[in-house]
Structure formats: C-alpha cells, structure tokens
C-alpha cells in the first residue's frame, strides 16, 4: 500500500511539471542561459552592484543606479512601496506592481511594472531612460545598451575682470559628464561633454589687456569654450559643487615691457592683463625708478634688459619679485616722471624738465634760452608785456619759481603748473616789440628771440584831437553824414589803443585827453613843450570831413618848425594807409597850430573821411558787436613810428 502510494505521488509530480513546461515556466531558464545584457553611460561601463534582469524580453535595471548615474536623487517609501527619482531631464514615480508611472506629472503605461529584486526595485531600463531626458542605444550583436545622457545646456555666459585678472563664466542647466582643457597657441579651450548652447550668444568681442573673444563653438555633443587671448597666462577651471557653474579664471600678468619715444613725451610702458595695483620710487644712487606690481608675474613675452638709446633712460630691467613683477628703470639724468593706470597696464610718462634759464644779448634783440632735460614741445604767445611759453607735460626742475634776470629788457620769468598736464613760463618784460621763436618742437630748447624796441625810452604825446573844453562848449569835430559818428570820440579810440602799443613797447606815453574832457588846442603846444626832458614825438590824431561825399583817403601834415617832422609823417602815413587800405592822398605841409607851435617832431594825421559813406561805414562799424577799427588804425600809426625809429635814429 505504501508502495502504491509513493508511486501515485511520482506521478503526479511528472503531471505537474508537464503542465509547467507547457505553460511556459522554463523560459526564465532559457534567458539565463542567453549571453547577458552590458549596460554602458556614455560609452563607460554603469556600476551595479545587482546586475540587469530580463522580464517579458524587457531588460530591468537598478532604478537607483540609474537615477543618481544621471545626477538625480532617488527616494524609497516602503509603506506605499514607491520609488521617486527626481533628476535634470525629468521626474519619474513609479509603483511596485503597478504598471502605470508618473513622469513629470503625467500618467504613462509601462509594459512591464517595477518590481522588487534582491531587494532592489528594478525598473524597465529604456522606460526610466528616456523618461529622465537620456537616449538609449542597443546593439543587438553585442547586446549592449548605451545610455546617453541628455546634454546640459548652457544658458548663461559672463566676462568679469579683477585685480588684472579675468573669470569666463557659464551658467549650465545640469552637471556635465566631462571637462577636457587644452591649450593652442594663445587661445585656450574647454570641451564641454555633453553640452548645447541655449539662449545665449556664440561670440563675444571683449577686446581688452588679457581677452580678444570669447566663444562658444559646438559640435555634435560637445561644446568648446574659447577663450581667444593676447598672451596665456597661468589658468584654471573649477565647477561649483552642484555642477550648475563652470568658471575660467585667468590669473594677471606683465605681458610686455616697452619703451616709446616717438610720442609727445617719451613713456615706459607696461603691458598688463588688466588694470593693477603697483608702488613706485625713486632712488637717487644709482639714479633710478623702481616699479612694482602686485600678483602680476612677467610672462614669456617680457624682454629683459631691455638697452635704450634715449637721453633719459639707459636700460630697463624686468624680474620676478614674490608674487608679481619688479620694473627697474635705468635714468640718465634726474628727470620728472608722472605715472598713468590704464585698463591695460601702466604708463610712466617722463616729463621734460626745465633745468636751465638764460639770456644771450644780440644786435637789435634778446636771445631767450630754456634749457630742457629731454626734447621738449613748446608753444610760445605774447600777452601785452609778457610772454607765454607753454610747455605741453612739462616740469620746473629749477631750485625756485621765480628767476631774475641781469637783462634790461626781460625782468624775470616765473615757472608755474598750467593744469595737470602742462608748465606754462611766463616772461615779463620791460617792453613788447615782437618775438621769434628760433627752436624747432623736439629739441633739447626752447629758444626765443625778443627785438629790442627802438621805442624803449622815448617820451611820445598822443594828441586826440577835440574833446569838451574845460569851461567851455563841446568841440565835437566831424559829424559823420551817414551813421552820426562823432569825430572826437573816434579820435579818442584811436589815441587810447595807441597808447597801450606804445607803452607795451616800453615807450613813455603822454595823452592830451583820456576822456571827453580836453585842453583847448591852443594850450596844447605849451603843454607839450613844457616837458622835461622834452617830447621826443608828437602825434595828432583826427577824421576829416568835405562837403563832397565822394572824397576819401588818409592824409598826413607836418610843418617846418622840425626837420624830422617830415621823416616822421612819411613813415605813419604809409603804415597807416597800409593798415586800413584806404586811398593815399599824401603827405602835405600845412601849419596847423598843434603841430606849427610844438618843438619836437610833429605830425597830424587825418584817418579818413567821416563825409564818405564808405569810409565813414569801416570806422563806424556799425551793428558789430566787437569794432576792430580802433585797433587797426592805432597798429598802423605805431608801425609807422616803429619804423622811422628803426631807419632814422639808430
């Protein structure tokens, strides 16, 4: 019986087994036996620590070795048995058992659910992959998946420059798989794995000590940061520790040492990677400038010694010192400098320095002579009785600021800053009777030659003719017969702008009248004579008028009671008719009472005719704001003067 039995319960394990096969339950031993599935990331061997399952011809991996492969979190609730993975490309909920998902909020069906395996939830491999943003490849000879992941995406780019330095920095939408720097020639590169451009520019033009461009160049998967340099300066790159921030800082440099002597002032320039600090001194044995600059090592480029042939500067070294570069600049002489910070490095400016001034006497004129530490630009004016030189980046290199000169016609010269950028030399003078300036731009001088005034000295009244009589009626003289002009007061324009030429020209000046109030002319040779010592020159000054409109020109009068009454009028009346280009009717004699009662030289001068509306219209100036009539008339009466001193009394 027990025999029957046993056999019975044989049987019926063969009967159930059959019904097993039949139903398909040896499958699983037909995909063990299959060659086994290799999961690759990017290309590289994923790490797990439970190996693939195949379930209903659908490969199931780890679900947390994926999601943290592909930079997410990966979270377990075992009472709700559910997994969440949160990454970059998406957020994925599944369920044990349940083939339904949720990826980024939305319900999609698995073919096969998650399930558990050895502990570990395994989940469809291309289900999980491509619902985190990755693509995935099989190859079916191989039978490998590759998973790809999906590429940060970079959406910001900044250039921020520091202390001489510089950052490129870039804003990327998840970690990268890969950063590969390389170097060629002076650009340096960053390959970016996997990485595309989003919303932000290829190209960016900087342009400044350190950076020409920056750009950003893709190719396929992969996209390369240039940064195109002048010169390659020590470098690196860092990522921030949620990978989101990727930052290229290039550290400063000394690039190049140079000296430029073709600019207006001869400069030693420091080419920087940016804008540095630095101290600089002077020290007096050997004579020399000492420059450092801070966190800036010199780089492959800088030249040193560097030999100068220039008055100033004999070398220029450049090394090393601690952490940056130490600039030694070799002088010739003592020599002002100014040092200027750019965006690009520094400039030392050295200055011409005035060291010397002097005098040399020569026939007719004074020599003056400044002497400069380096070729020097100069511009030199005349300002009433001084002489304005400006020095453009000048210096005063002298003991005082003030010099005083042994010289009759130059009393001292005063050496003061015009500005920041500038020496201005002024030169005061006995007189003012023209200047030449002898020295060319870029001499070691600037040389000046002053003509002595033959005028220094002489005693000369200007008679304006008219004027209110004191006590008595208005002498208005001429009424012009257009614009009204009044003669007695252009005569008085006149007189008072000679007046001031003369006396500039070191000349001492008597005046009949300086307002409307005169003398009555028959007192005005007695007024004249009266002087002592006497009156070297005297000069009437009037407008004349004729009853015929058509009648103009300037006319000159002397008379006999001097012998160089004639010389004289000859030499005004041809500068006065050249100065206002008016007709010359001549120089006459006639024995008008000023000129007839008066002892010395003695002219009257008839400027033109208010009658004529022509002429009455060049000396009214009428509707000018500023007349220049005065003065032209007034230049040429002193020209004239000028001249018969020059020719007659030498």
């Not at 340099?229 to 921030?245: A, C």
């Amino acid at each position: 019986m027990h025999r029957n039995h046993g056999t019975l319960l044989m049987r019926a394990i063969w009967f159930i087994l059959g019904i097993f096969l039949c139903l398909g339950w040896g499958q699983p031993a037909k995909a063990a036996s299959a060659p086994p599935v290799t999961v690759l990331l990017e290309g590289e061997p994923l790490e797990m620590s439970v190996p693939p399952v195949i379930v209903d011809n659908r490969t199931l991996i780890g679900v947390r070795f994926i999601g943290e492969a592909v930079g997410g979190t990966v979270e377990w609730d075992p009472v709700s048995r559910r997994v969440t993975v949160v990454s970059p490309g998406g957020t994925v909920v599944l369920t044990i058992g349940d083939p339904v998902a949720l990826v980024n909020g939305q319900p999609v069906t698995m073919e096969v659910p998650a399930q558990l395996v050895a502990d570990r939830t395994m989940v469809p491999l291309r289900f999980i992959a491509e619902a985190l943003g990755c693509t995935v490849e099989w190859d079916q000879a191989t039978r490998t998946v590759n998973i790809l992941l999906k590429p940060a995406k970079i959406t910001g780019l900044t250039y921020e420059t520091a202390g001489g330095g510089a950052r490129v920095r870039l804003t990327l939408s998840a970690p990268l798989r890969s950063v590969q720097p390389r170097q060629e020639g002076t650009s340096v590169f960053l390959d970016l794995y996997p990485a595309e451009v989003a919303g932000v520019s290829s190209e960016y033009p900087i342009y400044d000590g350190l950076t020409r461009a920056v750009r950003l160049i893709s190719s396929g998967r992969t996209t390369t940061l240039q940064a195109e340099l002048w010169d390659v300066p020590s470098h690196r790159y860092t990522l921030s520790p949620d990978g989101r921030e990727l930052i290229l800082e290039f550290d400063p440099m000394v690039r190049s040492v140079g000296f430029h002597q073709e600019v207006r002032s001869p400069q030693v320039v420091i080419a920087t990677t940016g804008e540095v600090a630095y101290s600089v001194r002077e020290e007096s044995s050997p004579r020399r400038l000492v420059v450092d600059i801070e966190g800036a090592p010199p780089g492959p480029g800088v030249v040193s010694p560097l030999q100068v042939n220039h008055p100033a500067v004999s070398r220029i070294t450049t090394v090393p010192y601690g952490s940056g570069t130490r600039v030694t600049v070799e002088l010739q002489r003592e020599t002002a400098y100014h040092v200027v910070s750019t965006p690009v490095g520094l400039e030392i400016h050295l200055l011409p320095t005035i060291v010397g001034v002097r005098t040399e006497p020569y026939v007719e004129r004074t020599r003056l002579i400044l002497e400069s530490s380096l070729p020097v630009d100069a511009s030199v004016v005349a300002s009433g009785r001084q002489l304005l030189i400006e020095i453009p980046q000048g210096r005063s290199g002298l003991s005082a600021d003030v010099v005083t000169l042994n010289d009759d016609l130059i009393r001292q010269v005063t050496l003061r800053p015009s500005g920041p950028e500038s020496l201005l030399v002024t030169v005061d003078l006995a007189y003012y009777a023209g200047h030449t300036v002898i020295s060319q731009n870029g001499q070691q001088q600037v040389v000046v030659d002053l003509a002595r005034s033959p005028l220094y000295g002489k005693r000369i009244w200007i008679d304006a003719g008219h004027g209110k009589i004191p006590g008595g009626a208005d002498d208005p003289g001429a009424i012009g017969t257009t614009y009204g002009t009044r003669e007695k007061v252009v005569n008085l324009e006149v007189a008072l702008a000679l007046q001031r030429l003369l006396e500039e020209a070191g000349a001492i000046v008597y005046m009949t009248r300086t307002g409307d109030e005169g003398v009555d002319f028959r007192e005005r040779p007695a007024l004249v004579n009266a002087v002592d010592p006497p009156v070297d020159l005297f000069i009437s000054i009037h407008h004349n008028s004729a009853s015929n409109p058509s009648v103009r020109g300037v006319e000159t009068y002397y008379w006999i009671t001097n012998p160089q009454s004639k010389k004289v009028a000859q030499y005004v009346h041809d500068a006065v008719v050249e100065a206002l280009g008016f007709p010359d009717r001549g120089v006459r004699q006639y024995d008008f009472w000023v000129i007839k009662e008066t002892l010395a030289p003695s002219i009257l001068v008839e400027l033109g005719f208010l009658s004529n509306p022509d002429e009455e219209y060049v000396i009214a100036e009428p509707g000018q704001s500023v007349r220049t009539y005065p003065e032209r008339a007034a230049r040429g009466i002193f020209q004239g003067i000028t001249n018969y001193y020059w020719q007659e009394i030498r």
